[in-house]
């Protein structure tokens, strides 16, 4: 599987992006997708999650109720809709697929991985 990450970019705080990830080489309907993030000198965290139907979804205590997660399994896409954008959200953005078993927080639990998008949002 291969995934890529794009609609990362420039945006002054209070403002919005849409980022995409798209799955090549297999159905993204096969898995829990997530979105993590890493900003320089940090480790990669947990930003949010959403399960095959898309009925269940997780966010991350910074992130819940400016971030809105979604996935397209027709068009094999999932997408992270960030709205209200703080200095603090500037990080490198990556999306990825859960295996089996383990939780939906855990990078490690991720079995794939596309290549990030930066956003950086200015004060």
């Known amino acids: 599987v291969q995934l890529q990450a794009s609609g990362g970019g420039l945006v002054q705080a209070g403002g919005s992006l849409r980022l995409s990830c798209a799955a090549s080489?297999?159905?993204?309907?096969?898995?829990?997708v997530g979105w993590f993030r890493q900003a320089p000198g940090k480790e990669r965290e947990f930003v949010a999650a959403?399960?095959?139907?898309?009925?269940?979804?997780y966010y991350s205590n910074a992130v819940k109720g400016r971030f809105t997660i979604s996935r397209d399994d027709a068009k094999n896409t999932a997408s992270l809709q960030m709205d209200n954008l703080k200095p603090e959200d500037t990080a490198v953005y990556y999306c990825?697929?859960?295996?089996?078993?383990?939780?939906?927080?855990?990078?490690?639990?991720?079995?794939?991985w596309g290549r990030g998008t930066q956003v950086t949002v200015s004060s």
């Open positions: 080489g297999r159905s993204l309907r096969s898995y829990p």
């Open positions: 990825g697929l859960k295996g089996s078993g383990g939780t939906y927080y855990e990078r490690s639990d991720y079995v794939y």
């Open positions: 959403i399960f095959w139907s898309g009925d269940s979804t």
